[in-house]
T-cell receptor
């Protein structure tokens, strides 16, 4: 069966420090991969998606970037964190681009920028 | 543009009472609709989804949802709520983006509290 892992689960970082959140999917190949952010009291916002290695699409301009160095690995990064980057980050995947294909989520990573 | 509205930010129900969480969508074509549940500090779990066919969809944990095209709604229901149902619930619709059509647009969520 397929599983998705992301880490770290919790992270407290000072303003201006770098960030790296990692996500891996097991049990499938060539998944679509996604990064979502959930800010306190708000819904989920799609940040990035990737349909293949090295292919990254950004949904909103921001202080973050994403990379996909391997088929089942998706990394969310920042060179210098801002206070506004605090939130709950969720990695997700699905099998292909068939409309409506279910997206599965990881357990999330809590980021607090202080 | 596709969008999802969940008009109730916070709902409190008594254990054993029935539940209905509202969801309205804006979409030009046949929508693909989902309900997800998020327990505190955790990821999202799929409850149910609607693609086509029977407008009453059954999901996990005793939940169901009904698609009503005339009302642009996809409300989530459960006949008898359990204390373990306390969580945040998100309605979502798929957004079309040419070749990559599986990006979910979420509502802002409804936080469900269950009182004894």
């Amino acid at each position: 069966s397929q599983t998705i892992h992301q880490w770290p689960a919790t992270l407290v970082q000072p303003v201006g420090s770098p960030l790296s959140l990692e996500c891996t999917v097991e049990g499938t190949s060539n998944p679509n991969l996604y990064w979502y952010r959930q800010a306190a009291g708000r819904g989920l916002q799609l940040l990035f998606y990737s349909v293949g290695i090295g292919q990254i699409s950004s949904e909103v301009p921001q202080n973050l970037s994403a990379s996909r160095p391997q088929d089942r690995q998706f990394i969310l990064s920042s060179k210098k964190l801002l206070l506004s980057d605090s939130g709950f980050y969720l990695c997700a995947w699905n099998r292909d681009s068939t409309a409506g294909n279910t997206i599965y989520f990881g357990e999330g990573s809590w980021l607090t920028v202080v | 543009a596709q969008s999802v509205t969940q008009p109730d930010i916070h709902i409190t129900v008594s254990e054993g009472a029935s539940l209905e969480l509202r969801c309205n969508y804006s979409y030009g074509a046949t929508p693909y609709l989902f309900w997800y549940v998020q327990s505190p500090g955790q990821g999202l779990q799929l409850l149910l989804k609607y693609f086509s066919g029977d407008t009453l969809v059954q999901g996990i944990k005793g939940f169901e949802a009904e698609f009503k095209r005339s009302q642009s709604s996809f409300n989530l229901r459960k006949p008898s709520v359990h204390w373990s149902d306390a969580a945040e619930y998100f309605c979502a619709v798929v957004r079309n983006y040419g070749g990559a059509t599986n990006k979910l647009i979420f509502g802002t969520g409804t936080l469900l509290a269950v009182q004894p």
